[in-house]
C-alpha cells in the first residue's frame, strides 16, 4: 500500500464567476521513503496539488490518502504532513525570531522541551545556534530556507511536501539545501513529494516524475526513462529538450 | 560601435557597522550586443545595472573614473538631464514584479503613464501602445490584464508586464534583472526571442543580469563574472561553460544534472584571492 494516494483529484477554483479547473482527474501513488517529483510550467496545477493535500486548496473531485486513510485534516495530519514553500522571503513570520517560529509548532502540539529542540532543529540544518533569536530578514535565502526546513521538520513528519524549494536561491546555495534535504531524507527515513520546474534538479532528487499540462497528468517517467530521454509524449520531451543544457557530460 | 563604457566603477554604502563595498572597481563597455553579468546573490550584479542608471539611494555612492553612454557622461549629468535618458534612452527591468510593480494601481494606468505624463500621448493612443507593448510580451489576454492589479497576475505575467513597460519608449540601452527567473521554461524562451529581437532588429544595447549560468551561456554574446563586487573573469559565451577561472568552475558544478550521480552535490569553493 502507498503512503499517498492520490486519485482523480479535481481542484476547481471560482475566480470572479469564471470556473478556473486548476487540478482535472490526476492521480499517482508514492511509496513510504520514495521521492516523487511533480514538473510542468506555471499554471500546470503542480503547486495546487500539494496545497490540495494541505487543505490550502479546495478538493472538488477524487481522493486523497495518506496510509490508506482518507486524508483528515488537523492537528494528527500536521504531524505526519509538512510543507516548505517557495520564497524563503515570504513564508517566514517577518515580525517572529526564528526562536518563536520554531517553537510555535511544539506549543501547538502541547510538546515539551521546546528549549532543546529548537537548538536541535538549528543544529540539524546546519545553522549556528547563535542565530536562534535573530529574525528573518537578518538572515540571507538559503539561511532562511534552512528555517522553513527545521519549522517543517519540529513535528517529525515523515511526508514532506517541497514547492520548488530551491528556485530562489543561488546555484551554490541550491546545491547545499539539496544536499540538506537528501541527507535529512536518509537520516529521517522521508517521504517527499516535490514541486520543480528544473528537470536537473528532479532528477537529482527524485525517483519518478509526473509532468503535468494544463491542469491534467500528462506522462509519469521513472528516472531511468528520463536521464535515457524515453518519453512517450510530445509534451514530456519538448520539456526534456528545452532542459538540453542540463544533462551530464 | 560603443554604447556604454564604464571605468572603474565603485559602489559604496556607508553603514553603522562601517563601510560597505558592493561594487569595487568594476570595468566594461557594451555595444548593440547582449552582455550577460553572473554571479551568485551579494556579488554586486544588480548594483553594477543600478548604478549606470544611478538608481542607488543614499547611503549608497557612486563613484566612477567615466561612465559614458552615447557619448555623455553619467557621472557628470543633473540629475534633471539624468531623468530624460530613464526611460527614453535607458531602461531596466527590475527582478521582482511583486515589489516593483505598483500594488495599487491597475496595470493599464502604469503602462500608460509613462507615455501620458512624458510623452503627452492621449489617452486612446497611449491605451492601444500599452495593449500592443502586452501583445509583443506574448501576453494573450491584453484587455483583462489591462484591467487587473499587480496581485491578480502570476509572477511570469507580472514579469512580462515590466518588461512591456520598459519596451514602451523603445531604450537604446535595457538593463534586465533577472527578467526570466520566475518564468518557466516555455515562457523564458518567448522572452529571451523577444529581448533578442530587439537587440537584432532594433539595435539595442542589453545587459542581462542572470544568476542562471546555463541560460547565459545559451543566450547572451559576452558574459562578465562578478565575485564580491569584482569581475573576475570575462569571455565569450560560449567559452563559459568551458571557463578557466576555479570560481566560475564552482559555480557550474554545483548545478544538478540530468542522469548525474545523485551523491552531494560539490560546494563551491570561495578564495579570498580571487576577490583582491
Known amino acids: ?249 | 560601435m560603443t554604447l556604454l563604457s564604464v571605468k572603474n566603477l565603485r559602489v559604496t554604502f556607508d553603514t553603522e557597522a562601517g563601510v560597505v563595498e558592493a561594487v569595487r572597481g568594476v570595468s566594461f563597455s557594451l555595444g548593440r550586443e547582449r552582455l550577460g553579468i553572473v554571479g551568485e546573490s551579494g556579488s554586486g550584479k544588480t548594483m553594477t545595472g543600478r548604478s549606470v542608471l544611478r538608481l542607488i539611494r543614499p547611503p549608497g555612492r557612486i563613484a566612477a573614473d567615466e561612465m559614458l553612454f552615447d557619448g555623455q557622461d553619467l557621472m557628470k549629468l543633473p540629475e534633471r538631464e539624468m531623468r530624460a535618458l530613464r526611460g527614453p534612452r535607458m531602461a531596466m527591468v527590475m527582478q521582482d514584479p511583486k515589489y516593483s510593480l505598483n500594488p495599487v494601481m491597475k496595470v493599464g494606468a502604469q503602462l500608460m503613464e509613462g507615455l501620458r505624463q512624458r510623452d503627452r500621448v492621449g489617452r486612446a493612443e497611449a491605451h492601444g501602445k500599452a495593449v500592443a507593448a502586452l501583445e509583443a510580451v506574448q501576453i494573450r489576454d491584453p484587455e483583462r490584464v489591462m484591467e487587473a492589479y499587480p496581485h491578480e497576475l502570476s509572477g511570469g505575467m507580472g514579469q512580462r508586464v515590466m518588461i512591456a513597460m520598459m519596451l514602451i519608449p523603445n531604450p537604446d540601452l535595457l538593463i534586465a534583472d533577472e527578467p526570466t527567473s520566475a518564468l518557466d521554461v516555455t515562457v523564458q524562451a518567448e522572452v529571451l526571442s523577444i529581448l533578442d529581437g530587439l537587440v537584432r532588429d532594433r539595435g539595442m544595447g542589453l545587459i542581462f543580469i542572470s544568476h542562471d549560468l546555463r541560460l547565459v551561456a545559451r543566450f547572451c554574446d559576452r558574459v562578465l563574472v562578478m565575485y564580491k563586487g569584482r569581475v573576475v573573469e570575462e569571455l565569450a559565451a560560449q567559452d563559459l561553460l568551458h571557463a578557466k577561472h576555479p570560481y566560475t568552475q564552482g559555480l557550474l558544478n554545483c548545478l544538478p544534472r540530468i542522469g548525474g550521480d545523485r551523491g552531494p552535490l560539490p560546494g563551491l569553493d570561495r578564495n579570498a584571492e580571487w576577490a583582491r
Not at chain 1, 482518507?70 to 517572529?96: E, I, N, T, W
Not at chain 1, 522553513?148 to 514547492?163: G, V, W
Open chain 1, 1 to 249: 500500500m502507498a503512503l499517498i494516494e492520490i486519485e482523480n483529484l479535481s481542484v476547481i477554483f471560482n475566480a470572479k464567476g469564471r470556473e478556473v479547473r486548476a487540478v482535472e482527474g490526476v492521480s499517482l501513488s508514492v511509496e513510504a521513503r520514495e521521492s516523487f517529483g511533480l514538473v510542468g510550467e506555471s499554471g500546470s496545477g503542480k503547486s495546487t496539488i500539494l496545497r490540495a493535500i494541505c487543505g490550502l486548496a479546495p478538493v472538488s473531485g477524487g481522493t486523497i490518502r495518506l496510509g490508506g486513510a482518507p486524508v483528515a485534516r488537523g492537528k494528527a495530519f500536521s504531524r505526519r504532513v509538512q510543507m516548505v514553500f517557495q520564497d524563503p522571503y515570504a513564508s517566514l513570520h517577518p515580525r517572529h525570531t526564528l526562536d518563536r517560529t520554531l517553537s510555535e509548532p511544539l506549543a501547538i502540539h502541547g510538546l515539551g522541551d521546546a528549549d532543546r529542540r529548537v537548538m536541535q532543529a538549528l543544529e540539524d540544518v546546519g545553522l549556528p545556534t547563535s542565530f536562534r533569536f535573530r529574525y528573518p530578514h537578518q538572515l540571507s535565502g538559503g539561511q532562511r530556507q534552512r528555517v522553513a526546513i527545521a519549522r517543517a521538520l519540529m513535528l517529525e513528519p515523515e511526508i514532506l511536501l517541497l514547492d520548488e524549494p530551491t528556485s530562489a536561491l543561488d546555484a551554490s546555495v541550491q546545491a547545499e539545501t539539496l544536499n540538506l534535504l537528501s541527507r535529512l531524507r536518509d537520516e529521517r527515513g522521508l517521504t517527499f513529494l516535490m514541486v520543480s520546474h528544473d528537470l536537473a534538479v528532479i532528477d537529482h532528487m527524485c525517483d519518478r516524475v509526473l509532468v503535468m499540462q494544463h491542469g491534467r497528468a500528462v506522462e509519469e517517467l521513472s528516472r531511468e526513462a528520463l536521464a535515457g530521454a524515453q518519453m512517450k509524449t510530445a509534451y514530456a520531451r519538448s520539456l526534456f529538450e528545452a532542459s538540453a543544457d542540463r544533462m551530464l557530460g
